[in-house]
């Protein structure tokens, strides 16, 4: 387990590198308002799972923990089915709507699908307790091409826009969900006999039952991305740019912290909630202690680096806006605790007690971000994400603690 883990967070923290240097080269080289729409994107990209994906394979994937593979290839090709159905009919809606130039559209939405792909892939592939292959198909679908595009963009100064990264973007998920097929090749792909009828119906009646995950699920895409928008409405999209360059650094340590603890964690939390819950709790708590170090060294490292990268971009704006990057620190440092709790709440299969938190948490979420940015301008913005970060902590605890299910579990 130590090692997996250790070559997981190796992975990652490449995979990290790569995206946070490709933020520095879109700072430096493309501009701060680019920066923005590429937050945009990407935040588009991370939403269209939750969002589209109905709350499908949050279920599939705690089945996957147990299921054999002949039960799983079915409902899997039944979902990708209507994916692409659901893909195509947004796509038509948005050429009628003809809101960008078509090429321009037509390269977000092959982008968001790709992400939304990888994302439900990477899922399934945890759950199958395969870190070590999700995580090499993460970096070739967020870091290899952009590790091909920096140094392109450098040489060839025609390619420093957004239509080529969405290219390069495009082409790398591309080749990360081939990655998938490859990973999965044992499995009985083309043994399975297919009733698309059945299919249909049982795929409607799982996003039915799964309802509880998928508003969870939309609520914490609001909560987490809706703030980029507003900051776009409020302050345009230079001030986006600032945003997501602060909100890269911190979503870099939470996305490698997530991936090599929180994410690793949720096979043995279901395993532990089923066979014997009376160690759920010191499982909770021990991986907590480990995320607490984790995360203060990583923040006191990104204080020391912090100002030589300022320097090095030269970007004033910046500089100006230097206290987002203390509360988005902030808010990393409560977020993986309060991770590990949801973790926790999934392995006792409480998924209305997630739904009812994260509704929770994206209206003080949304509330936060609107009042406290009109009233304090960007930091603002920043300081929603501590209070909402705070909140989630006491919310989850307080249900561990004193929820009858979370005691019969020795909670």
């Not at 080269?25 to 969002?51: M, Q």
């Not at 790398?172 to 969900?177: E, L, N, S, T």
């Not at 909630?273 to 006191?300: E, H, V, Y």
């Not at 605790?337 to 209206?363: G, S, T």
């Amino acid at each position: 387990m130590f090692k997996k883990s250790l070559f997981v967070m190796s992975v990652r923290i490449t995979t990290l590198v790569v995206k946070f240097a490709l933020t520095l080269f879109i700072s430096k080289f493309l501009g701060l308002a680019e920066l923005g729409w590429f937050g945009l994107v990407s935040s588009a990209g991370v939403a269209a799972a939750p969002l589209l994906g109905m709350g499908y394979i949050q279920t599939l994937s705690r089945r996957a923990v147990r299921d054999d593979p002949e039960v799983l290839v079915p409902p899997l090709i039944y979902y990708l089915l209507y994916v692409i159905c659901i893909y195509l009919v947004i796509l038509g809606g948005l050429m009628a709507l003809s809101l960008a130039a078509p090429h321009l559209v037509v390269l977000v939405w092959a982008v968001v699908l790709m992400e939304h792909l990888g994302t439900e892939s990477y899922q399934i592939l945890i759950s199958r307790a395969k870190p070590i292959s999700a995580n090499v198909l993460h970096f070739i679908r967020g870091g290899i091409w952009a590790l091909i595009y920096i140094p392109s963009a450098y040489v060839f100064p025609e390619i420093r826009n957004i239509e080529a990264l969405l290219t390069f973007w495009f082409v790398g998920a591309i080749v990360a969900f081939l990655g998938v097929g490859i990973v999965l090749r044992d499995w009985p792909w083309s043994r399975i006999r297919l009733r698309i009828r059945v299919g249909i119906t049982s795929t409607f009646k799982a996003m039915r039952e799964a309802y509880s995950l998928y508003i969870s699920g939309v609520c914490e895409t609001l909560s987490a991305h809706s703030d980029r928008f507003i900051v776009t409405a409020v302050l345009g999209v230079e001030a986006t740019g600032v945003y997501v360059f602060f909100l890269q650094v911190g979503s870099a340590l939470a996305n490698l912290h997530y991936s090599g603890l929180v994410q690793m964690s949720r096979p043995a939390f279901v395993r532990t909630a089923a066979d014997n819950p009376i160690q759920l709790l010191p499982l909770l708590w021990s991986t907590s202690r480990i995320a607490a170090i984790s995360t203060m060294l990583f923040s006191g490292a990104t204080l020391i680096v912090m100002p030589y990268l300022l320097t090095f971009i030269g970007r004033e704006a910046l500089s100006e806006w230097y206290v987002v990057f203390y509360f988005v620190l902030v808010s990393f440092n409560l977020n993986i605790p309060a991770e590990l709790q949801k973790q926790a709440i999934y392995a006792l299969h409480a998924d209305k007690v997630i739904m009812r938190n994260a509704l929770l948490f994206a209206l003080v979420s949304l509330g936060m971000s609107i009042a406290m940015l009109y009233l304090f301008g960007l930091p603002g913005a920043g300081g929603a994400l501590v209070c909402v970060s705070i909140v989630r902590n006491i919310m989850q605890l307080f249900w561990l603690r004193f929820n009858k299910r979370s005691g019969e579990m020795g909670l």
